[in-house]
């Protein structure tokens, strides 16, 4: 499997990401697949996990916060954090901030059949922002490089499953957790 290159991955994050920030609310959703990305997958499971980011940002549009949990595993783990706690934490942003926007930008997709069914893991560059509520200034909440987002595939779609090791911290010298996505 080939490399693609983080710094095509990184260039598109800095001309894309202020442009969409100043965007209007409905242009800001954006996931996308760089053109030069890895593909391990077939086409349907392809627009099918693209249409679960864009469920994700039509949930935070609505802010939805059951809707966008449902995309969450319900066995979601990302380091200490469960389904619950992300519940929280999206409820938190909606009370705090207006016009909540993301960008995924991917770069390599992987599905792989497993006995317990399908698993994907995308390598992603990404972001999520908003309007703060106090300020009124559009600040940026969270960003991320070559983040691997994991899925499943349910009976009822894809699903958000969290980093491998559940609970386990294992990111060290300061380096930011990204729950979100």
């Known amino acids: 499997m080939r ?65 966008l949990t449902g995309l969450y595993a319900p066995d979601y783990r990302y380091h200490h954090l469960n389904r619950g706690d992300i519940g929280r934490i999206w409820a938190d942003l909606f009370a705090r901030y207006d016009l909540i926007a993301n960008i995924h930008t991917f ?28 300020t009124k200034q559009r600040i940026p909440i969270d960003s991320w490089q070559q983040e691997v987002h994991r899925l499943i595939k349910g009976k009822d779609g894809w699903r958000i499953t969290g980093s491998p090791g559940g609970g386990k911290a294992v990111r060290q010298f300061g380096a930011a957790l990204h729950p979100l996505f």
Do not use: H, Y
């Not at 894309?16 to 954006?30: F, M, R």
């Not at 627009?47 to 935070?60: K, N, P, S, W, Y």
């Not at 390599?108 to 908003?130: F, H, M, Q, R, Y």
């Open 3 to 67: 490399t693609v290159a983080g710094p095509i991955a990184r260039a598109l994050m800095i001309l894309i990401v202020p442009a969409l920030a100043a965007a209007p609310p409905d242009a800001s959703a954006l996931t996308q697949i760089l053109p030069d990305a890895v593909i391990e997958a077939d086409q349907q499971s392809v627009m099918e996990l693209v249409g679960t980011f864009d469920r994700a940002q039509e949930a935070i549009r609505a802010r939805d916060v059951r809707a």
């Open 107 to 134: 770069s390599s997709i992987k599905v792989v059949k497993t006995a317990g069914g399908l698993t994907a893991e995308i390598i992603c560059n990404g972001a999520v922002w908003a309007n703060s509520r106090e």
